[in-house]
């Protein structure tokens, strides 16, 4: 893809993983929260979290949520029947990305995980 401005620098991360844990919107809001802590982004929201639970699709039941950031932001979405997660990660800032892997990993005892950056 061509780099329309190339005076901004874009960091894209894509993570999807199986996981183990039991999520709940609690674990949803402490993840946004520590992600941005451990790959040093600057919070400007409180977690924003929500559910398609309520309207009884057979297959989007799960918790998401999204945080922004002084460098742009996060967002996660679970789906509760498969036990899979997705997470985008968008940055004007550089991170590691390994980091931001294995945080994920380690956080939601993911037995399978993959990412893509771009």
Known sequence: M???EPKI??????????????ISEKEIKLFLKDLAKHIKMR???EPFIFSP????????HGIAGF??????????YTWD?????S??????????????????????KCKSIVFREG
């Not at 639970?53 to 989007?60: E, F, G, S």
């Not at 945080?67 to 996660?76: F, L, R, V």
């Open 81 to 85: 029947k498969f036990k899979f997660l």
């Open 43 to 45: 919070p400007i929201t």
């Open 67 to 76: 945080m922004g950031w002084a460098e742009s932001g996060c967002s996660i």
């Open 87 to 108: 997470v985008e990660i968008y940055t004007c800032k550089k991170f590691d990305i390994r980091s931001a892997v294995d945080f994920t990993k380690n956080f939601f």
């Open 9 to 22: 620098f874009r960091q894209r991360l894509t993570i999807e993983a199986k996981y183990t844990k039991n």
């Open 53 to 60: 639970n309520h309207i009884l699709h057979p297959i989007h």
């Open 2 to 4: 061509k780099d329309l």
